[in-house]
């Protein structure tokens, strides 16, 4: 099985700052990559897919990179809305979840 | 409206039985692979089951395999999970997920989850 950790597991970061979230798998998934938002008490919200397919609707503000196994998703300049929990999302060989990043207002 | 709604989620003792129903509108269903995914209030999110269109092929967390059931009526528009034997550790939101392609593979993002139903298992 694939497994995914991310890093860091909480960030503190202030509106308008750069934010920069690595995720990990532990063998090569090619670029079968999603990144998803998670705000309290709602469902996930797709992101990026294909490591920096950016899902329609989404802000230019998030990007994403990588291949292999090493990707980021970048915030380029964090929003009050952008404060939430963050997961990647291996979809290679079946499905794996990250553990998740929460960001948080410093 | 493109839309997931799931029900049949409650209290349950361990052991017992559970079916959880994905009522789904606003798309073709029988287009998509659909998928269950799980999360523990306050933790993270874990891939349960998935099930391709035309239910030629299903999938399994290990975690899972053995006591769940997953299938669909594309008749109906609808996706289910058996849950049997369940156990504490299923205590968990249960979230109905659409697969946006290709419809005939497990591995996939999801673009649509619907808002998820709660399977509480304790005595």
């Known amino acids: 099985d694939i497994q995914m950790t991310q890093s860091p597991s909480t960030l503190s970061a202030s509106v308008g700052d750069r934010v920069t979230i690595t995720c990990r798998a532990s063998?090569?998934?090619?670029?079968?990559l999603a990144w998803y938002q998670q705000k309290p008490g709602k469902a996930p919200k797709l992101l990026i897919y294909k490591a920096s397919s950016l899902q329609s609707g989404v802000p230019s503000r998030f990007s994403g990179s990588g291949s292999g196994t090493e990707f980021t998703l970048t915030i380029s300049s964090l929003q009050p809305d952008d404060f939430a929990t963050y997961y990647c999302?291996?979809?290679?060989?079946?499905?794996?979840f990250g553990p998740g990043t929460k960001v948080d207002i410093k | 409206e493109v839309q997931l709604v799931e029900s049949g989620g409650g209290l349950v003792q361990p052991g017992r039985s559970l079916r959880l129903s994905c009522a789904t509108s606003?798309?073709?269903?029988?287009?998509?692979?659909m998928h269950w995914v799980r999360q523990v209030p306050g933790k993270g999110l874990e891939w349960v089951s998935g099930?391709?269109?035309?239910?030629?092929?299903?999938g399994y967390a290990d975690s899972v395999k053995g006591r769940f059931t997953i299938s669909r009526d594309n008749a109906k528009n609808s996706l289910y999970l058996q849950m049997n034997s369940l156990r504490a550790d299923d205590t968990a939101l249960y979230y109905c997920a659409k697969a946006p392609s290709p419809p005939q593979q497990l591995s996939s993002y999801f673009d649509l989850w619907g808002q998820g139903t709660l399977v509480t298992v304790s005595s």
């Open positions: 099930i391709t269109w035309n239910s030629a092929h299903i």
């Open positions: 063998q090569s998934i090619s670029r079968w």
């Open positions: 999302q291996q979809y290679n060989s079946y499905v794996t």
């Open positions: 606003g798309f073709t269903f029988d287009d998509y692979a």
